[in-house]
């Protein structure tokens, strides 16, 4: 297959925008002036990631932006992570869920911190999972495995030597809302842990769900009195006495390939887990890249990989979490720098090393992750797409609202933003 000209980088920006504006966002706050740069030279528009309506989890969003509709293809996030992982499932036998390692009240239901204060390292979170890494049920011919994933967030593998299990769950995590196969974030969230329920009336399902209340409260016991949870509260930190699992989900295999579907071979630097289990599923080159350190050295590493890689592809796709998790904490300062790094680090680097005559860029994010409501938003999320003489929007700034005055308008499904890069870059 012949080399795509111009190479593509394709840059989603976690948790990125504020969504509709109501006063200055935090992009507008932002000093970026290498985004801005781009978004001058730019066609724009704003995207509905998962449809109108819809908070989207990243790992939906992503899928949807790569161009796979999650409602097409239905992949759990806990496949997902799995995938990341190096994790092969059972095929209707196990099941793969996500989970957050959670600070809950002596009752074990009432929820005081869905993420352990966000300060749980990997070697903490390895001693507390140590037991729980295999473990017998006691229904069903029941298992389970837990293995930690990055920080506070675990993989959870469900599985059963007597009875098939179906993926047709609820969540324990009241922050998502479990919508077929995919789960929208909660704007207000409710503070209790909420029962696993069977979506579906056949025994798999309802299996799946007997068995996931059981680990719940198997490995609350466990975490409970675990000695590293005595020595954090010491501490004066949260324990992490729970795990909050969801978005329980098998295999699919009817995922074609991303090269067959788009006619081009696509790269991918990601930083998480989940991210990487996407480019395993439908089959991007994963440019591994060390995720240490600063912000500002794993940003200008991860710029220094995807320029390499366009090398071996004819576009890398890149995944930068950095605003997600402040929004989140509802700290606006800590969003603002995380864009700015983004944009000194990242791009300064990018646009340093790269030919703009020969290179097209597209930045998006996966979605709105509002600090004023501390949640994943279902606002439009800006999009640019920078090619070597296009005719441009007039933006001044990479900006919800400056987006919003763009050419190309309001997409209703981020799995329309490939095929129209593809034809806006390539004319296919």
């Known amino acids: 297959m012949a080399r795509m000209s111009p190479r593509l980088i394709y840059i989603v920006l976690d948790g990125g925008c504020d969504g509709r504006p109501n006063g200055e966002t935090c992009l507008e706050r932002a000093d970026t002036p290498n985004l801005d740069l781009i978004a001058r030279r730019s066609k724009a528009g704003l995207v509905h990631v998962l449809g109108m309506g819809v908070a989207p989890q990243s790992d939906a969003a992503t899928l949807s932006l790569l161009g796979y509709s999650p409602y097409k293809y239905r992949v759990g996030r806990g496949v997902l992570e799995a995938l990341g992982l190096g994790i092969k499932l059972r095929p209707g036998r196990e099941i793969a869920l996500r989970g957050n390692l959670a600070t809950v009240d002596e009752t074990g239901w009432g929820i005081i911190d869905r993420r352990c204060g966000r300060d749980v390292s990997s070697e903490e979170a390895r001693e507390l999972l140590r037991d729980l890494s295999t473990m017998d049920l006691g229904i069903h011919g029941g298992y389970a495995k837990t293995l930690p994933s990055k920080g506070h967030r675990v993989v959870v593998i469900i599985g059963s030597r007597e009875k098939r299990l179906s993926p047709e769950i609820s969540n324990m995590d009241p922050a998502y809302r479990r919508v077929g196969y995919i789960s929208e974030a909660v704007e207000k969230p409710g503070n209790r842990v909420m029962?696993?329920?069977?979506?579906?009336?056949?025994?798999?399902?309802?299996?799946?769900?007997?068995?996931?209340?059981?680990?719940?409260?198997?490995?609350?016991?466990?975490?409970?009195?675990?000695p590293l949870n005595e020595a954090r509260a010491r501490e004066g930190r949260?324990?992490?006495?729970?795990?909050?699992?969801?978005?329980?989900?098998?295999?699919?295999?009817?995922?074609?390939?991303f090269q067959h579907r788009f006619g081009f071979k696509m790269a991918s630097v990601v930083e998480m887990p989940v991210e990487r289990g996407i480019a395993e599923l439908i089959g991007l080159v994963i440019a591994d890249v060390d995720t240490s350190g600063t912000?500002?050295?794993?940003?200008?590493?991860?710029?220094?990989?995807?320029?390499?890689?366009?090398?071996?592809?004819?576009?890398?796709?890149?995944h930068l979490k950095g605003p997600d998790e402040?929004?989140?904490?509802?700290?606006?300062?800590?969003?603002?720098?995380?864009?700015?790094?983004i944009d000194q680090y990242f791009l300064?680097?990018?646009?340093?090393?790269?030919?703009?005559?020969?290179t097209a860029i597209v930045i998006t994010c996966d979605h709105c992750t509002s600090p004023r409501a501390r949640s994943h938003t279902s606002d439009p999320v800006p999009l640019i797409i920078y090619k070597y003489g296009f005719k441009n929007d007039g933006l001044y700034r990479f900006t919800e609202r400056e987006a919003a005055k763009g050419s190309i308008g309001l997409l209703t499904g981020g799995w329309d933003v490939l095929p129209l890069v593809k034809r806006l870059i390539w004319g296919g």
């Open 195 to 226: 029962p696993c329920e069977p979506l579906s009336s056949e025994e798999p399902a309802i299996v799946a769900a007997e068995l996931v209340n059981r680990f719940y409260e198997v490995s609350h016991r466990h975490l409970k009195s675990h």
């Open 238 to 257: 949260l324990p992490c006495n729970a795990i909050l699992v969801r978005d329980a989900g098998s295999r699919p295999e009817d995922i074609p390939m």
């Open 295 to 318: 912000r500002a050295s794993r940003y200008i590493r991860m710029a220094d990989r995807a320029v390499n890689i366009l090398d071996y592809a004819d576009g890398v796709y890149v």
């Open 326 to 341: 402040p929004a989140h904490d509802g700290d606006t300062k800590g969003k603002v720098e995380a864009l700015e790094d």
């Open 348 to 358: 300064g680097r990018l646009l340093d090393r790269i030919d703009l005559g020969n």
